[in-house]
């Protein structure tokens, strides 16, 4: 618990230390990167996450995914529960407010089931090449991905400067398959399997 704690810590103060304008171009690179992804472009769900302080920013390929003609998905959290709800938007001007913690969210709700969903695009704190990712530690992605389909492909946008050797796993954590950064995307689970995480997908479903 502490070498988590320590390393959310040490990796969001070096993610915070970025100047926008470094930011807003490493996120472009990373969005140029997704787009050309043959995953990316088979997909025709796609859940997306609002980008919300240093994260990757994520507004710039929403947009780009809805003129495409995408099925975008974003995440509602219930605060109470500490779950996730996908809904669909269709404009993202018109679509979305600040919602939980100041972060966009759809202004009403069009419910998208899991199953239906054919990539999620995860945000995260810090990553190793394995998939394995620490968020901000309320597990709330992790619930929602045990609601899957196990084809569903998983993607994580990252710096670089978040990819560590190694991140600290707990049994109900979920790697993701890959990661885009600005410089390279990372090949870390075949695409059907989703780790650990995949058992405990199959034993809700039985």
Known sequence: MLKKRSLRKDIL?????????EMMKKSKK???????????????????????????RTESMIRKALALGKRVVLPILETQSGELDASRIQ????????????ILEPKQTQPVDA???????????VFDERGHRLGYGGGCYDRFL???????????????????????TAPHDIPVHKIVTEERIIDCL???RHGKGEEIWRSSKS
């Open 146 to 168: 045990n609601k899957i389909n196990p084809q569903t492909i998983l993607v994580g946008l990252a710096y670089e400067l978040q990819l560590v050797n190694e991140v600290p």
């Open 91 to 102: 404009d993202f001007d018109q679509d979305l407010q600040p919602g939980a913690y100041g």
């Open 13 to 21: 103060e070096q993610r915070n230390n970025q100047g926008s304008k």
């Open 30 to 56: 990373i969005e140029e990167r997704l787009f050309e992804m043959t995953q990316f472009k088979e997909a025709w769900t796609i859940m997306f996450y609002a980008s919300f302080k240093s994260e990757v």
């Open 115 to 125: 199953l239906e969903i054919d990539m999620v695009i995860l945000p995260g704190i």
């Open 190 to 192: 075949p695409v059907g």
